[in-house]
C-alpha cells in the first residue's frame, strides 16, 4: 500500500498520476487529503464510486491512532497517540479566545537531554515520519471542536525537532498548504546546523530558541546541548539569522527556583538578546517531583521581578502560565506512554 499522507500536494499527484487518468482529480483527492482531512477515499463523495474502490485498494490515508485524550480544566486536550510500531507520543490542543494551538512532537523521546525536562529524561526516541507528524495535525483537528479561529502549530512537544529536519521539512511543505508559515513556530534548544537548515527554506516557519540561562556554565548545566554548540556560537548564528519584516525569534526561558530566577541573571539576559530582534517567553518550571527531584517553580513574585526587569530594559516579554497542567500537558511535562496516564 501506498501512504499519501504526509505529503504535499505535488507529492500527493505525483503518487496517483499513474492511477488517474484525469489530472484534476488528483487535485481533487488532494485537497480531501490536506484541507479536509479525509481519512478514507469513502468520504470523497464527488469522486465515482468506481475510482474510490479502486484508490482504496492501492493507498492508504492512515494516521496515529489516538489512544487516549485526556481533557483539562482550562479546556486544553492532551492526546495519547500510538504509532504502527507501538511507539507513543504526546500532543496538546490549546483552545485560547477563539485561536487554537497545537503542539506537536518531532520525535517519540528526545536525545539532548534537558535536565529541567521531563521528555529529556525519557532518553532518545527515534524521528517520526512526515505522515505521523502531520497525522498529529489531521487528528486533533477533526476531533477538537472551536470558533473557526485560527490554528496555530508549534513544534514544542516531545523531541528537538531540528535533529529530524528532513522530516520536518515534508511536514511544513504539507501543513503549508493549510496554514500559514507565520503561524507555525519551530522551537529548538540551539542546534546549530538546524538553524542553518531553517534559515535556507524559501518558505520559513517562525523561530523559538530554549535559552534559559544568559551565560555558558550555567547554560551547559541544563541543557547539555550547550557544549557542543556554545552560547556564543549560538547567539552569533542567530543574529545572521534572516526575519521576514515585523518577525522576531522568540527566547525561551524556563524559570527554575534558585537556578536561574535571579535579577543579575536577568539582567544578563537583557544584554545577550539585546543585538536581536526578539521577544521572551518565561515559561515558569511545571514541577514533576517524580521525575525531576530538586526542580521547582518559583514563587509568582520572583517570577514577576524577573519580568519586570526585562520589561524596564525594553524587553517584550510574556509570562507563560502554561495550560494543561494538570493533566501533565504542559511545557516540559510530555512523556509518551510511560508515565503519561495517571
Ligand atoms: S526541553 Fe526540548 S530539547 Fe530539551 S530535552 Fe526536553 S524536549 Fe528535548
Redesign the pocket.
Known amino acids: 500500500m501506498i501512504r499519501l499522507t504526509g505529503k504535499d500536494e505535488p507529492g500527493v499527484i505525483e503518487a496517483l498520476a499513474e492511477h488517474i487518468d484525469r489530472p484534476f482529480r488528483a487535485r481533487q483527492i488532494a485537497r480531501w487529503i490536506l484541507h479536509r482531512g479525509a481519512q478514507s477515499f469513502d468520504e470523497m463523495t464527488d469522486l465515482p464510486r468506481s475510482l474510490r474502490e479502486s484508490l482504496s485498494r492501492t493507498f492508504v490515508l492512515d494516521d496515529p491512532e489516538i489512544v487516549q485524550v485526556v481533557p483539562s480544566s482550562d479546556g486544553s486536550h492532551k492526546y495519547l497517540f500510538r504509532l504502527s510500531d507501538g511507539a507513543t507520543i504526546e500532543s496538546v490542543a490549546i483552545p485560547d479566545r477563539g485561536k487554537m494551538t497545537l503542539c506537536l512532537s518531532s520525535q517519540t523521546g528526545?536525545?539532548?537531554?534537558?535536565t529541567?525536562?521531563?521528555?529529556?529524561a525519557l532518553g532518545a526516541g527515534r524521528n517520526l515520519e512526515p505522515h505521523e507528524i502531520v497525522g498529529q495535525y489531521r487528528a486533533i483537528i477533526r476531533r477538537e471542536t472551536h470558533d473557526q479561529g485560527p490554528v496555530n502549530i508549534v513544534f514544542?512537544g516531545?523531541?528537538?525537532p531540528l535533529l529530524n529536519a528532513g522530516n520536518l521539512g515534508s511536514s511544513l511543505d504539507a501543513l503549508f498548504e493549510t496554514i500559514s508559515p507565520k503561524r507555525i513556530t519551530v522551537?529548538?534548544?540551539g542546534v546549530i546546523p538546524g538553524i542553518r537548515w531553517l534559515a535556507r527554506l524559501p518558505r520559513r516557519p517562525k523561530l523559538a530558541v530554549?535559552l534559559n540561562a544568559p551565560d555558558q556554565a550555567l547554560r551547559e548545566t541544563l541543557?547539555p546541548?550547550a557544549r557542543r554548540y556554545p552560547l556564543v556560537e549560538l547567539m552569533a548564528e542567530l543574529r545572521r539569522f534572516p526575519l521576514e519584516r515585523g518577525r522576531r525569534i522568540t527566547f525561551e526561558y524556563v524559570l527554575i527556583r534558585g537556578v536561574n530566577d535571579s535579577e543579575k541573571l536577568a539582567r544578563a539576559l537583557v544584554r545577550l538578546v539585546r543585538p536581536i530582534p526578539s521577544k521572551i517567553n518565561l515559561i515558569p518550571l511545571n514541577s514533576d517531583p517524580d521525575f525531576l527531584p530538586g526542580f521547582e517553580r518559583p514563587p509568582d513574585d520572583v517570577i514577576d521581578r524577573f519580568a519586570r526587569v526585562l520589561r524596564n530594559a525594553g524587553r517584550t516579554v510574556t509570562v507563560r502560565w502554561s495550560k494543561g497542567h494538570d493533566v501533565a500537558a504542559a511545557c516540559?511535562q510530555?512523556k509518551g506512554a510511560h508515565h503519561a496516564v495517571r
Open positions: 528526545c536525545a539532548v537531554g534537558c529541567f525536562c521531563v521528555t529529556g514544542m516531545m523531541g528537538e522551537s529548538t534548544a530554549s541543557m546541548i516540559g510530555l
